[in-house]
């Protein structure tokens, strides 16, 4: 791992155990952050757009509508108030 890789995984572990993840969850998207960088660092506004809107329909399937709403499952974001 390149220093300013182990640099931005420790501040992203950092800012997600202070914004109250669960640890798995946390880990999870830590792991997915450079995924989707690297994936999308090419793409345009739109299709930036396009892909933000697809990931949120996944959510959706996965969640429900409540993500809509500002839902927050026990422990994510306890400590940030809305």
Same mark, same amino acid.
């Given at each position: 791992?390149? *220093?300013?890789?182990?640099?931005?995984?420790?501040? %992203? &572990?950092?800012?997600?155990?202070?914004?109250?993840?669960?640890?798995?969850?946390?880990?999870?998207?830590?792991?997915?952050?450079? *995924?989707?960088?690297?994936?999308?660092?090419?793409?345009?506004?739109?299709?930036?757009?396009?892909?933000?809107?697809?990931?949120?329909?996944?959510?959706?399937? %996965?969640?429900?509508?409540?993500?809509?709403?500002?839902? &927050?499952?026990?422990?994510?974001?306890?400590?940030?108030?809305?």
């Amino acid at each position: 791992m390149t *220093k300013p890789l182990k640099e931005f995984d420790q501040s %992203a &572990r950092t800012w997600v155990s202070v914004a109250g993840f669960p640890r798995d969850v946390g880990n999870n998207l830590v792991l997915a952050i450079p *995924k989707v960088a690297q994936q999308t660092q090419h793409m345009t506004p739109a299709e930036l757009e396009q892909y933000g809107a697809d990931e949120f329909v996944k959510l959706e399937r %996965a969640h429900g509508t409540r993500w809509r709403n500002g839902y &927050r499952p026990p422990g994510v974001w306890s400590t940030i108030s809305t």
